[in-house]
């Protein structure tokens, strides 16, 4: 049987991604669970984040942000950063995570994350009490000893980075499970 509970926003897996705003003097970390790749050409990424809060307000001023995909390693350092504001708090202190410079914008990545993307603000529209952000990717940043092949980012090993999985609704936190199978390739038998 299937069960009706009108709009809700219920949706999983998400990755825990921690999205830098400022400089390399002062920066803030915010936990944004609502991220997506959105567009190829150019890479954009897209995150969501709440009107009212610190990080809304300084990514319009500021025009540019780091996405940076968190580790289980860092976890309580996450849960932290999603649950305190930069209003009252100096999160990298705080958290003793620490801050690399970017290329090409004045926002650092965070060195602790495995994955790391520069954004420069590309597109903004609000709905209700949320800001939809669109980011122009300028620039990626990979550990290479989470790579198979250091210049193949796409050789990535998913379990050597064990990415910080967040499941909205059950708002817990969960690890990659096992690989299922191939994509692109094992509808083929369909075809
Ligand atoms: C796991 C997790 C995921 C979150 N995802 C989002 C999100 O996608 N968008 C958002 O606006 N807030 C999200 N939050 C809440 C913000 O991180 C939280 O409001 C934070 O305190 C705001 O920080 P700031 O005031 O420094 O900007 C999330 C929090 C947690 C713990």
Redesign the pocket.
């Known amino acids: 049987m299937k069960t009706s509970f009108g709009p809700q926003k219920i949706l999983f897996p998400l990755p825990?991604s921690l999205v830098v705003t400022g400089n390399m003097d002062k920066a803030?970390i915010?936990?944004?669970?609502?991220?997506s790749l959105l567009t190829s050409n150019p890479p954009t990424l897209g995150?969501?984040?709440?009107t009212k809060?610190?990080?809304g307000k300084e990514i319009l001023k500021n025009k540019e942000f780091s996405v940076n995909i968190a580790g289980v390693d860092i976890m309580k350092e996450a849960?932290f950063?999603?649950?305190?504001?930069?209003?009252d708090v100096d999160?990298f202190a705080k958290t003793g995570l620490t801050k690399m410079p970017s290329k090409y914008i004045k926002s650092p990545i965070i060195k602790e994350c495995p994955l790391n993307f520069e954004c420069k603000l590309v597109s903004s529209s609000v709905v209700g009490t949320?800001n939809h952000f669109a980011g122009e990717i300028l620039e990626l940043y990979m550990d290479t000893d989470k790579l198979n092949d250091p210049d193949n980012p796409r050789s990535l090993d998913i379990e050597l980075f064990n990415p910080l999985i967040?499941i909205g609704g059950a708002r817990e936190y969960r690890k990659i499970g096992e690989k299922v199978g191939d994509s692109y390739q094992i509808g083929k038998s369909l075809l």
């Open positions: 825990t803030n915010v936990t944004i669970a609502w991220v995150i969501s984040v709440g809060g610190f990080s849960d950063c999603g649950i305190s504001s930069g209003k999160k949320t967040y």
